[in-house]
Structures are given as C-alpha cells and as structure tokens.
C-alpha cells in the first residue's frame, strides 16, 4: 500500500493495482485492441490474465500483446484462460483472431496487478 501523505522524504514505497474487466471482442484483423498504456516514467511489472469465455468453434481466439508485441504462445481459444508474469509492461492489448462466422464475438475477461515503487 501506498504511504499517502509521506511524499517528504526519499524512501520508496511499493505500490500494487489490480485491474479486471471483460470486452466483448471479434476479429481485429491483426490489430491490437489497446486495453492500458503506462503514461509514467516508473518501470512496471505484473501479472496479466486473459479468460476466453466465448463459445468452442463459434467465438474467436485472444492473442496477448505487451509493448506492441505478441507473446510468443500466449494465445486463448474459447474456454480457456491463461496467465503470464512480465517485467517492464509499457502497454497491453489483445488481438482477437478467427471466429465462426465472420464477425462472431467473444467475451473475454482480462485482469492484471501492475506492481512499481513509487
């Protein structure tokens, strides 16, 4: 937790923030879904989850991106959920690939800790 009020002095605090929420994606013909940019100077690492809710051989795959890159593997069909650890997260985003038919959505539960000193 966050010492407020104790910005006086040099020593820095860890802080911890924790995101979830759930987009409703389809195809995004290779382009990343922006979902958090870091506007900061501060080196952030965490954890982020992405739960596939959509429908096996109906709703699209979600593909991981971190820093404008996908992670290598990290791709989740409909009902599957995956997680990964990382070290200097700068942006997130999903591509969303496939899904039958065209247009076909799913919905896709992401959550993450974004842990950095302060």
């Known amino acids: 937790m966050a010492q407020i009020g104790n910005c006086c002095n040099d020593s820095l605090v860890g802080v911890n923030d924790a995101l979830c929420f759930t987009i409703d994606i389809a195809d995004?013909?290779?382009?990343?879904?922006?979902?958090?940019?870091?506007?900061?100077?501060?080196v952030i690492?965490?954890?982020?989850?992405?739960?596939?809710?959509?429908t096996i051989g109906v709703s699209p795959t979600?593909?991981?991106?971190?820093?404008g890159t996908p992670i290598a593997g990290f791709i989740v069909g409909?009902?599957?959920?995956k997680s990964v650890t990382l070290n200097d997260i700068n942006s997130i985003g999903i591509i969303g690939t496939g899904g039958t038919p065209a247009g076909s959505t799913a919905s896709v539960k992401v959550s993450f800790s974004l842990n950095y000193k302060f």
């Not at 995004?28 to 501060?42: E, K, Q, R, S």
């Not at 409909?78 to 959920?81: I, S």
């Open 78 to 81: 409909p009902g599957e959920a």
């Open 28 to 42: 995004t013909d290779g382009t990343p879904l922006v979902l958090w940019n870091d506007a900061t100077t501060f």
């Open 45 to 54: 690492n965490g954890t982020i989850m992405v739960e596939n809710n959509g």
């Open 62 to 67: 979600a593909a991981l991106t971190v820093n």
